[in-house]
């Protein structure tokens, strides 16, 4: 799964998550039954409006917008590519991932999100996943796509996030199922690329296996922290 996407489960997750309600989602949809714990996993909104590009103020995609985050030796670079791919029907924007340790490759995964411009609520597809060993794929671990093998489509971030909202990023049964959890709208985050404020502190966990990740995201930039990860370049 991408970093973003409680990568640390197998690499992703960056680039949580994960799933973190607003407008669509901030109207207070019913629970699932099937979540008690108040998870949501089902969102209404209206694919045909949902846009490859957006402006999310915690995670923007626009393409070539690059982000660059390291831990020691290892390196985690998001890029928006200038392409997209359908997914579930919905024409959604490509984020590559890449992943470094030492200066090899350790995974390069394709996420495929699209964003309502009406609430700017960030929706996730699914992504295709290589994971690599000594310079060569051994593996799709963790690869998923909406519509595909009873997988749905999560929300990744919420264009007006509340403290205290749960949902579900990511929904493919056995595959991949990681949910996040608005914790504060008000974190100030020290990486190497300088101090940022009013930060969104999200949460991520997975029934799939347990662990915890934290992520921040910075308005106006995305992701800054991801666990032990740091921006280390402003955009």
């Known amino acids: 799964m991408m970093k973003l996407v409680n990568s640390k489960s197998t690499l992703s997750s960056l680039l949580v998550l994960l799933a973190l309600g607003v407008c ?9 039954s099937s979540n008690p714990a108040g998870w949501r996993d089902r969102f209404e909104v209206n694919k045909t409006a949902l846009a490859p590009t957006g402006n999310n103020a915690w995670f923007p995609l626009q393409p070539g917008r690059v982000l660059k985050l390291a831990h020691e030796g290892e390196r985690l670079t998001l890029t928006v590519l200038p392409e997209t791919r359908i997914v579930d029907g919905v024409v959604t924007a490509v984020l590559e991932e890449r992943e470094e340790k030492n200066g090899q490759l350790v995974e390069v995964s394709r996420n ?11 929706y996730y597809f699914g992504e ?19 519509e595909q093998g009873g ?8 264009g007006t996030p509340r ?9 493919a049964p056995q595959v991949a199922m990681d949910r996040a959890e608005i914790v504060s709208l008000d974190e100030t985050v020290t990486t190497p690329a300088g101090t940022f404020h009013h930060c969104l502190h999200v949460r991520e966990t997975t029934p799939l296996e347990p662990g915890v990740s934290h992520k921040y995201f910075a308005p106006g930039i995305g992701l800054i922290k991801d666990d032990e990860f740091e921006l280390v370049q402003k955009p």
């Open 24 to 32: 669509s989602c901030s109207r207070m949809q019913p629970v699932s």
């Open 112 to 122: 495929y999100f699209a964003t309502d411009p009406a609430t700017r609520d960030v």
């Open 128 to 146: 295709d996943v290589d994971n690599y060993k000594e310079g060569r794929i051994v593996s799709h671990n963790s690869a998923w796509l909406a």
């Open 151 to 158: 997988a749905r489509f999560g929300l990744f971030l919420p």
């Open 163 to 171: 403290v205290g909202d749960k949902f579900y990023q990511e929904i």
